[in-house]
C-alpha cells in the first residue's frame, strides 16, 4: 500500500509554467503521474508517465497533485527531503528526464525545492 505524507511534511507544487506543460503533454498522452526518485541519472528531473504504464511501488509516496495529476516520491528520497517543499518547474530545454513525456519537447520539468519553515 502506498504511503501517504502527513500535512506537516513535504508539500508539492507546480509554476505556471510546468501547469502549461502538464496541460499540453495530458492533452497528448491522456492522464499522466510523476515521479521523483532521486536516481544518479535523471537528477532532479520529475518523471512524467502516462497513468498506468508506471509501477509504484509498496514505498512509495503521494505528494499530493498538481495540474489535477498525482505526484509520487520514493520512500528513500522522502525519507532525505521530507521537510522540503518541491515546486515543480518546467525551463526550456529539449533534454527531460530520460523516459520521460516531456522528453524532446521546446520544455522539460525540473524539481526545485526550498525548506519547510513549518515546526
Not at 527531503?81 to 526550456?92: E, F, R, V
Not at 530520460?98 to 525540473?110: C, E, K
Request: aromatic share 6%; glycine share 12%; proline share 7%.
Amino acid at each position: 500500500m502506498l504511503q501517504r505524507r502527513s500535512a506537516a511534511m513535504t508539500t508539492v507544487s507546480a509554476t505556471p509554467s510546468a501547469l502549461k506543460l502538464i496541460e499540453e503533454i495530458v492533452a497528448d498522452h491522456g492522464p499522466v503521474l510523476f515521479h521523483q526518485s532521486g536516481g544518479c541519472c535523471d537528477g532532479s528531473a520529475p518523471m512524467c508517465y502516462p497513468q498506468g504504464e508506471f509501477h509504484l511501488g509498496a514505498g512509495d509516496v503521494h505528494l499530493g497533485d498538481i495540474g489535477g495529476m498525482p505526484v509520487y516520491i520514493s520512500g528513500p528520497q522522502y525519507e532525505a527531503w521530507k521537510h522540503t517543499d518541491l515546486i515543480i518547474d518546467a525551463i526550456p530545454g529539449l533534454m527531460g528526464g530520460q523516459f520521460s513525456l516531456d522528453n524532446g519537447r521546446d520544455m522539460r520539468f525540473l524539481t526545485r525545492s526550498e525548506i519547510c519553515e513549518r515546526p
